[in-house]
């Protein structure tokens, strides 16, 4: 993926995660899912394709991990905070947290 793309993929995440809180905190709570729709959905993107890709980038699989355990920690490290990243998107737009 290209420089550009992950700058514009960046900023459309933060800039709907900001006004999907934005919207918490102006008492505009039905549209709080709308704009934080586009968050929830990059950061879901982000894990899952973690996720099901994750044995993809080493030649033993799943089974063979002994012999490359630090890919494995820094992959499954990545994968946690990916994970927290998905979980927290997912509470601040779908839970009325502020009220």
Do not use: N
């Not at 993926?1 to 933060?14: D, K």
């Not at 973690?50 to 012999?67: A, R, S």
């Amino acid at each position: 993926m290209s420089r550009t793309a992950l700058i514009v993929i960046a900023v459309s995440f933060f800039a709907s995660l900001l006004a999907s809180v934005a919207a918490t905190f102006l008492g505009a709570s039905s549209f709080r899912l709308l704009l934080g729709g586009p968050a929830l959905l990059i950061s879901a993107w982000t894990f899952m394709g973690h996720l099901v890709t994750i044995d993809d980038d080493i030649q033993e699989g799943w089974f063979q991990y002994q012999e490359s355990r630090v890919f494995w920690s820094k992959s499954l490290g990545a994968l946690l905070l990916k994970c927290v990243l998905f979980l927290s998107v997912l509470f601040l737009v779908m839970t009325d947290w502020y009220s």
